[in-house]
């Protein structure tokens, strides 16, 4: 096969990639993302081929920052977890699917047969060129990201009593550890229909909050192919077409969903055969494979290891020793997995990235029914506004037999299904119906901040929400909450413009220290506040703008202070209130004795803190939190979820430097999109640039943006490229 692709240039190293097919299309991408992602890419293709025991060693962390298991137990994992013959065949269904990602695999290698390639990537090595089944695992991982990956150290440990298995302390089987003062990855996202804006348009802005480091960074691009695709916006890295962007009629951007796309099966086992397990009283045997893994031994040779993986028909194994869900003589526990088997992934995104208004995009939505962990939120040029959850989820519906379920009902947490009866089976049923799957659709406005689609925005939410999808008149967090009162003022203060819908992030404001300001001009007046020490923590938190800007003195302590104080028992006099979801729970019951003791308690406690590591109570938030670089400390705004910020940033623990520049997540493709005399205007922001190599200008140009509190106007326009100061094309052919 013959590609060929241009490449076009603009600042920030935003790549424009124009094709006459799929196959150059991929092509350009793929070239693209590897001349400024290549230890990155080789790291991730090393990964997914289960070779990090080979060329790294088998012991240690596989995962950025050591938040999952060792190199053994995730080579063993993506040996194992995905069926590369059904996976291929399902992709090579899909012509123009296949072509892409067969254009993607041939760019990449050419991008790394470049001389400027050849420097070394620490461990990451590569055994062989890209191939297009490396894409294909890619692609797999991005799918499981939320359902099995977290969870492969509980796989792959799994095994009958008295059997061998990896030595080695098990993680914690949840998502990575959230950033110290931070949560785990989420997003915030907005869309504001005609009723609202000031040009009677759609507008969205889109606010992702995912990983700095690592294989979930974003990556900028615009795929062109005349005539069939023009889409700009950024890819999760290494994949071949746009997630969150745009194009000349829609814009749209995703949030990860609560829904629950896993459950587990309890197995009852026959007595005395601990692989063997029954199912509407017949024995069934487990699936046992032998996994091969060749390791680097400490003196340099490579040795072959072997794993015993057991399957059921429902899925692995799994033991989570913290759950109680141990494999006994008894009984044992097997993973099912809505996300293993996905191959629409790509083709949903394509329809996506070709929809011609709202409507057509959810139309897209429920016909390819591909999208793995997220809702979507988006909005058109002729004013509609859209939340929709058309993601894979069990077919569980709320009126699914109670007796599948231990327990008797559905849980709040992960399902845990009977296993011994076919009939409590949902993998063989599949997804849940697109027609259960909650929609909204407005003139005024939508939103999603991760909290469960019963409240969308100014309206009502969907009419009903499966509990399997995440279920009705829940709390919303804070952060839920600040979306929601950031947009009614907004909206309130009259005709949005895109100037002002950017500011709602980047102002960083910190409604949990609007929340809690009449308890500390309390506890303030109070003894034992007459102490120098105290004293000075209610002038620096009274004098505090109550934002998290660079600039912002008093949002390191308050910050400190409210990580101790919010999970206070009881902390609020009024309580959650479903028909007023934004504005309770509310009023902290500072006369209540046991709630004025403990924010006592938690304002020295951050006095404590700060003092311990010599950082100034009223230190600007510039001196903790910043990202580190060759060219020097970057300060960067945001803080977290948890005090109500929208601009969320989360670092490592705090210490006498600031908070550790590791674990960094938090806004990441800040991403901003109107109409004007019909043709789109975007602004964007991929806060720590488009590259993962420190030498080069795209490593942190954008986080100066993001520090100064600035976004990029996307070119987008064939006359805005052309003209950009930093224009340079490239012409590719293989």
Not at 31 to 42: H, Q
Not at 612 to 640: D, E, K, N
Not at 645 to 657: D, K, P, Q, R, Y
Not at 682 to 703: F, K, M, R, V
Request: hydrophobic share 40%.
């Amino acid at each position: 096969m013959t590609y060929r692709a241009v490449v076009r240039w603009t600042a920030h190293d935003i790549p424009h990639v124009r094709a006459d097919d799929f196959a150059g299309l991929g092509f350009g991408a793929g070239y693209a993302y590897a001349r400024l992602n290549r230890c990155l890419l080789m790291e991730t293709v090393m990964t997914v081929r289960g070779e990090r025991s080979r060329f790294i060693g088998p012991d240690s962390p596989a995962g950025p920052g050591g938040r999952a298991g060792s190199n053994l137990e995730s080579d063993i994992f993506f040996r194992f977890y995905f069926d590369m013959d059904r996976l291929g065949d399902g992709y090579r269904r899909q012509k123009d699917v296949w072509r892409l990602l067969s254009g993607y695999a041939a760019g990449v290698d050419l991008a790394l047969s470049k001389p400027a390639a050849s420097r070394p990537c620490g461990g990451a090595r590569l055994a062989g060129p890209v191939t297009v089944d490396d894409v294909i695992r890619m692609i797999a991982q991005k799918a499981v990201f939320d359902t099995a990956l977290p969870l492969y150290p509980q796989m792959v440990r799994a095994a009958p009593p008295g059997a061998a298995t990896v030595k080695g302390a098990v993680p914690d089987p949840v998502l990575p550890a959230p950033a110290a003062h931070g949560e785990k990855e989420g997003s915030n996202a907005y869309a504001l229909g005609a009723a609202v804006t000031e040009g009677k348009t759609g507008l969205l802005v889109g606010n992702p909050h995912f990983p700095w480091d690592g294989p979930n960074r974003f990556f900028e691009m615009h795929l062109t192919i005349p005539g069939r695709l023009d889409v700009m916006g950024a890819a999760l890295g290494r994949l071949p077409m746009i997630n969150i962007g745009f194009n000349r009629d829609v814009a749209w951007s995703h949030t990860v969903s609560t829904d629950r796309r896993f459950t587990f099966f309890r197995l009852a086992l026959v007595p005395g055969h601990p692989d063997r397990y029954v199912v509407d009283g017949r024995p069934e045997a487990m699936t046992r494979r032998v996994v091969e893994i060749p390791v680097l031994t400490p003196g340099g040779a490579t040795e072959i290891r072997r794993q015993v993986i057991y399957e059921s028909r429902y899925g692995p194994l799994v033991s989570i020793e913290r759950r109680g869900m141990r494999w006994t003589g008894t009984e044992a526990y097997a993973l099912a997995d809505s996300e293993r088997r996905n191959t629409r992934m790509i083709a949903q995104w394509l329809r996506i990235d070709r929809a011609v208004s709202a409507a057509d995009l959810l139309a897209g939505l429920k016909a390819v029914r591909g999208l793995p962990w997220v809702n979507t939120i988006a909005a058109d040029r002729l004013g509609q506004a859209l939340y929709a959850d058309e993601s894979i989820v069990p077919d569980l519906p709320d009126d699914a037999d109670p007796s599948c379920f231990v327990g008797g009902r559905l849980p709040k947490g992960v399902p845990v299904m009977d296993g011994a009866r076919s009939a409590c089976d949902w993998t063989r049923r599949g997804a849940l119906p697109a027609r259960d799957m909650p929609v909204a659709r407005t003139t005024r406005y939508v939103f999603n901040s991760n909290n469960s689609p019963w409240i969308t925005g100014a309206e009502p939410g969907s009419s009903s929400v499966p509990a399997i999808v995440g279920g009705e008149g829940a709390p919303l967090g804070l952060r839920a909450r600040m979306s929601l009162v950031s947009l009614r003022r907004l909206t309130s203060a009259g005709p949005v413009t895109l100037d002002r819908a950017e500011h709602m992030i980047l102002d960083s404001r910190n409604y949990a220290a609007e929340l809690a300001a009449p308890a500390l001009a309390a506890l303030c007046g109070t003894e034992p506040y007459d102490r120098p020490v105290s004293a000075e923590a209610c002038r620096v938190l009274q004098a505090w703008d109550r934002t998290d800007r660079p600039d912002s003195r008093g949002a390191v302590l308050f910050r400190a202070f409210w990580t101790r104080a919010h999970e206070i028992p009881d902390l609020w006099s009024v309580p959650f209130d479903p028909d007023a979801p934004a504005d309770t729970p509310c009023r902290i019951a500072f006369a209540r004795a046991s709630v004025h003791t403990a924010l006592q308690q938690a304002l020295e406690g951050a006095v404590e803190e700060l003092t311990r590591f010599h950082i100034p109570l009223s230190a600007p938030l510039s001196r903790v939190q910043y990202r580190a670089t060759g060219a020097g400390a970057i300060p960067v705004p945001g803080g977290s979820g948890m005090e109500g910020i929208l601009n969320v940033v989360g670092f490592g623990a705090l210490g006498g430097t600031g908070y550790a520049n590791e674990n960094i997540m938090g806004t990441s493709y800040l991403l901003a999109v109107t109409w004007k005399k019909g043709r789109p205007v975007a602004d964007a922001l991929l806060t720590y640039g488009q590259s993962d190599d420190p030498l080069l200008p795209a490593y942190a140009d954008q986080t100066d943006l993001f520090s100064m509190g600035r976004m990029v106007r996307l070119p987008f326009e064939e006359s805005a490229i052309s003209q950009d100061p930093s224009f340079a094309i490239e012409e590719l052919r293989q």
